[in-house]
């Protein structure tokens, strides 16, 4: 959990991509190069009085002058979105991470890209990326309505046929049907970025042709509600010192360790982004995020929302 470079970016464009999505180009205002980006990576863009949110690059891999963003304005949300599309202006100065990678491009023959509204951001870097490479891909987009959907000629430019747009009206997406139509060839992989729902229709359907989770990989942009969970409080212990801590039932464990001095990493707060994660030695984890694997939650958790059964011990 190394410190992330915070810089303070300038916003150089501001375009209305859909009637309620920007994208927002930024550059360091003296620097010519950005950190490296990964395709499919994200920044942690810190907006005032409101926190940090997260947001996926839609530009390309590789070095940059530029970072790009799109933010889909949501009226129920926290706030971020609002201010995003309503104060922050072009010439403003705001601080944006270097980029993170939670959703890499794995090596595969074929990649299959499966995007609800503004979950297409990150398959914009990663269906060009595999492009680039000469690997196979296709985008399966799912949208509202066709005017409502954003980035649709630029993904045209690129991906020409492997492009499929769902509307309501003109057919909705099939999850069942295309897995069965994949088949289960090894050398492919499938992404999926998007509301909840959707990304529960993959699951399930790659679930019941046999897929395996590990050629399956989600980015989720919403936090897992579970209205049933009951919060007990647990202790945790620090691996390599010994010291024991209490963390009561409406506490979380970052809050505990951070008020004690340990220096650590979060951005979200809500398990989606994957920046306090910790491995730990010992103990029976309730994992509460969206953003670990199976395999991953055998030795780590996210401390800003998973808790254990009675004690934990850390390998910090
Ligand atoms: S801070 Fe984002 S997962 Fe914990």
Redesign the pocket.
């Known amino acids: 959990m190394s410190a992330r470079l915070i810089m303070k970016l300038q916003l150089v464009e501001k375009t209305l991509e859909a009637p309620d999505v920007v994208s927002l180009v930024f550059k360091h205002p003296r620097r010519p190069e950005l950190p490296q980006s990964e395709a499919g990576a994200h920044v942690d863009v810190h907006i005032p009085d409101l926190g940090i949110r997260q947001y996926s690059l839609c530009g390309g891999a590789g070095g940059a002058s530029t970072y790009r963003i799109a933010v889909r304005r949501e009226e129920s949300g926290r706030g971020g979105s609002s201010w995003i599309h309503s104060s922050l202006k072009v010439g403003d100065i705001i601080p944006v991470s270097a980029p993170r990678s939670n959703f890499p491009l794995s090596k595969a023959k074929k990649h299959v890209f499966i995007a609800g509204g503004i979950g297409i951001t990150p398959f914009l870097a990663m269906a060009s990326e595999a492009g680039r490479r000469g690997e196979e891909f296709e985008v399966h987009y799912c949208v509202r309505s066709r005017p409502s959907a954003a980035f649709v000629d630029e993904l045209s430019q690129y991906c020409g046929n492997r492009l499929h747009l769902y509307a309501p009206s003109e057919g909705r997406f099939d999850a069942a049907r295309l897995f069965a139509a994949l088949n289960s060839r090894s050398d492919i992989r499938v992404y999926g970025c998007g509301p909840a729902k959707l990304l529960e229709a993959v699951e399930t359907a790659a679930e019941d042709q046999g897929w395996p989770s590990s050629r399956l990989h989600f980015e989720r942009f919403q936090a897992a509600v579970d209205e049933n969970f009951v919060p007990e409080s647990f202790d945790l212990t620090i691996g390599s010192t010994g010291q024991k801590l209490h963390v009561a039932k409406d506490r979380s464990a ?1 809050q505990v360790l951070k008020e004690n001095g340990f220096n650590l990493q ?11 994660r910790c491995n730990y030695v010992e103990g029976d984890v309730l994992h509460r ?1 969206t ?1 670990l694997s199976r395999e991953e939650r055998v030795k780590s958790l ?4 998973s808790r254990a059964r009675g004690s934990l011990v850390l390998d910090l």
Not at 302 to 305: E, G, Y
């Open positions: 970052l979060a951005s979200c707060e809500v398990g989606i982004c994957g920046s306090c995020d953003i996210t401390l800003c929302v």
